[in-house]
C-alpha cells in the first residue's frame, strides 16, 4: 500500500508492518505445502522441519503485535492508518492459526506415515491446492490493496467446504466398509478438517483486507452482496450422487427453459464414468441432446457463482454453501435402478424425465420467471 508522509520515522514503522505480515503469510502459505508434501510422500523430516517453523510464525505474531501496539500508542493514528494497524492485529491472529493447523497436519503426516498405500484417499490435494490458493490470494490481495481479488477469495471458500463434504462422505463410508481402518481413516479426516479451516482462515483474512481498503464490514454475507453492487449472479447448480441420469436430464431441461442470464450446471458427489445412456435416449426424444455432457464433481462447480442448488434424489448429501438464498430438495426415483424388459427401463428414464421438466417448470414459475 502506498502511503505518504511527512514523518520518515513513521512511513519506515509502516512500511515495515506491512513487511512483517507479508513474510508470516508467505511463512505459513509454504508450511501448508510443506505438511501436505510431509503427509503424500511420507517424509517424517519434512514434517518434524514444518513443526519447528511455527516457532519462527509464532515470532513474527508477537513482533507484529508490539509494533502495532506501539504505533497506536505513540502515533495515534487516524483513518486509513488506522484501519491498516487495527486490522493488522487481526490479521496476524488468523495467520497464527494458519500456522497451528499447518503443525497440526505435520503432526498427522507423521502418524499417517505408517498408515496403508491407499489410505490417504485421492481429494485431499485438490482440498490442499485450494486451500493454499485461498491463502496466497488473500495475501496478494492485502499486498496489492485489491478488493476485488479479497472477494474472489471469500467466495472460493464454498469449494474447500464442498470439498471437505466430498471428502467426509467417502471417509464415513470407508470407515463402515471396513473398521479396521478407523485409527487411520479418523485421522485423515482431521486433516480434511485442519484444511477446511484453513479456508476459513483465509476468509477472515480476506474480509479483513475489504475492510482495510474501503472501511466497510462485509462479514455477512447481505454486506457482501450489497457491497459488490447488488445479487449474486444467478446460478443453479443440480444435484444427483452420481451425476449420471436424473440431474444430467435436469440439466438439459434447464439449457433449453431456463433464460441465458442463469448459469447452469449438474454433479454429484461420486460421479459415474459417462451420462447413462438410456438418459440420452430419453431426452433426444423431447429434442434435447446430452450426449456431450459429463459427470463432474461438486469439487469442480464454480460454487461461488452458485445461489440455487436443487438435490433431485434422497441419496445426495451436500454441504450447506455460505449465502446460498435457496435450496430445494425433490426426491425422484432413480431410473438406473429400473428392472424388466428394454422398454421397461427406458419408460422409467421417460417418466422421470416428464416429472423433471415439469418441476422445473413449476419451479421458474414460483421464482417469477418465464420461459425463454
Not at 502506498?2 to 509454504?30: F, K, N, P, S, W
Not at 471469500?154 to 485409527?183: C, E, G, N, S, W
Not at 453492487?229 to 444427483?240: D, E, Q, S, T
Not at 430445494?328 to 424388459?341: I, M, N, R, S
Amino acid at each position: 500500500m502506498t502511503r505518504q508522509h511527512t514523518d520518515r520515522e513513521y512511513e519506515r514503522e509502516l512500511e515495515t508492518l506491512h513487511e512483517r505480515i507479508i513474510l508470516m503469510g508467505r511463512t505459513v502459505q509454504a508450511m501448508i505445502a510443506d505438511s501436505m508434501r510431509a503427509m503424500l510422500v511420507r517424509d517424517t523430516d519434512l514434517a518434524h522441519r514444518t513443526i519447528e517453523r511455527d516457532h519462527e510464525v509464532n515470532r513474527l505474531e508477537v513482533e507484529t503485535d508490539d509494533l502495532c501496539l506501539r504505533i497506536l500508542a505513540r502515533r495515534q493514528p487516524a483513518g486509513s492508518d488506522l484501519r491498516f494497524v487495527t486490522i493488522a492485529l487481526k490479521l496476524v491472529t488468523d495467520v497464527e492459526r494458519i500456522g497451528d493447523l499447518c503443525v497440526n497436519i505435520a503432526e498427522r503426516a507423521i502418524e499417517l506415515s505408517q498408515a496403508p498405500a491407499d489410505a490417504l484417499g485421492s481429494d485431499l490435494p485438490a482440498m490442499a491446492q485450494a486451500a493454499e490458493g485461498m491463502v496466497r490470494d488473500a495475501l496478494q490481495a492485502f499486498i496489492a490493496a485489491d478488493a476485488e481479488l479479497a472477494f474472489a477469495v471469500i467466495a472460493r471458500d464454498r469449494t474447500v467446504d464442498a470439498l471437505y463434504a466430498q471428502v467426509f462422505r467417502k471417509l464415513l463410508t470407508r470407515m463402515a466398509q471396513d473398521p479396521a481402518q478407523t485409527h487411520w481413516v479418523t485421522r485423515v479426516q482431521a486433516v480434511a478438517k485442519y484444511l477446511e479451516r484453513i479456508g476459513d482462515h483465509a476468509t477472515n483474512l480476506a474480509e479483513m483486507v475489504v475492510f482495510m481498503i474501503k472501511g466497510k464490514d462485509i462479514r455477512h454475507v447481505g454486506r457482501l452482496e450489497e457491497e459488490r453492487g447488488g445479487p449474486a449472479p444467478h446460478g443453479v447448480l443440480l444435484l444427483c450422487v452420481h451425476n449420471a441420469a436424473r440431474s444430467q436430464m435436469a440439466e438439459g431441461w434447464a439449457r433449453k427453459m431456463f433464460p441465458p442470464s442463469m448459469r447452469i450446471w449438474s454433479a454429484g458427489s461420486d460421479p459415474a464414468a459417462q451420462v447413462h445412456p438410456l438418459a440420452i435416449r430419453a431426452m433426444r426424444e423431447v429434442g434435447i441432446d446430452i450426449a456431450w455432457q459429463q459427470p463432474k464433481r461438486i469439487s469442480e462447480i464454480p460454487l461461488g457463482d452458485v445461489d440455487t442448488v436443487i438435490t433431485l434424489c434422497a441419496e445426495e448429501v451436500c454441504v450447506d454453501l455460505p449465502g446460498m438464498m435457496r435450496r430445494e430438495t425433490w426426491a425422484l426415483p432413480d431410473p438406473v435402478t429400473a428392472t424388466g424388459t428394454a422398454e421397461e427401463r427406458l419408460d422409467a428414464f421417460r417418466q422421470v424425465r416428464d416429472r423433471i421438466g415439469e418441476r422445473l417448470r413449476a419451479w421458474l414459475g414460483e421464482i417469477h420467471v418465464s420461459d425463454p
